[in-house]
């Protein structure tokens, strides 16, 4: 009898050999890791230690091991947390558009290879359009959904409310669980991207780990 973790292997392989053919055909790299070892060994590979990286806010990153990889000595880095003061991550914030390296996640990805994504501050999505030379995206396959309408679904109702949760942010999502379409300080939903083809062809590179990462 085949196990569920073996189904639920080659599921995902499946799903991945088609969204790497799908985001082939809009010039961003997708490269599939059966573990997140397995991803950050190729990442030790990848990035020069001469090199600088920064990253956006992202649960994924942290629960992958890149957080951890890059403050270890990976490279050098430009890290927001490190700032004393909030003028000081602000002006960190910026310097991230000039790094070698962006790390991400993203909130949705669709099998046709699109990146959905919803963001508060905006920088992260900012930097995913222009700035930063080399932009990795690292995603669990709890981030893939069927279609646009789907990954604006699963961010609304599941990634916006958690996140807003983590943050603390006192949106009305964080007491129903679902979007409410909210205005003020509080919301994280302030900017929408689809991200549907790169014009520089190899810049975004998405790494898809089989395993759930992140909200």
């Not at 905006?122 to 309408?149: Q, S």
């Not at 006192?170 to 679902?178: D, F, L, N, R």
Request: aromatic share 6%; proline share 2%.
């Amino acid at each position: 009898m085949v196990t569920n973790s073996k189904v639920k292997s080659e599921y995902y392989m499946a799903c991945a050999d088609k969204i790497i053919a799908a985001m082939q055909s809009r010039q961003m790299e997708c490269i599939y890791f059966e573990s997140k070892k397995d991803m950050l060994e190729y990442l030790k590979a990848a990035v020069p230690a001469k090199a600088t990286a920064s990253w956006g806010g992202s649960m994924t990153l942290y629960e992958a091991g890149v957080i951890d990889l890059l403050r270890g000595g990976l490279c050098k880095v430009i890290d927001r947390d490190a700032a004393k003061t909030p003028e000081e991550a602000h002006k960190l914030m910026h310097q991230a558009f000039d790094a070698d390296f962006y790390f991400m996640s993203t909130n949705a990805i669709t099998m046709d290879g699109k990146l959905v994504n919803i963001d508060g501050n905006g920088n992260r999505i900012a930097a995913l359009i222009y700035g930063p030379k080399t932009v990795y995206v690292i995603a669990g396959m709890n981030k893939v959904v069927k279609d646009e309408d789907a990954a604006m679904d699963r961010i609304k109702n599941m990634a916006a409310p958690m996140n807003a949760m983590r943050l603390t942010t006192g949106a009305p999502c964080t007491k129903t669980g679902s979007c409410l379409h909210c205005k003020g300080s509080g919301t994280i939903c302030c900017h929408t991207l689809v991200t549907r083809y790169s014009r520089q062809s190899g810049r975004i590179k998405v790494l898809l780990v089989g395993e759930e990462l992140g909200y």
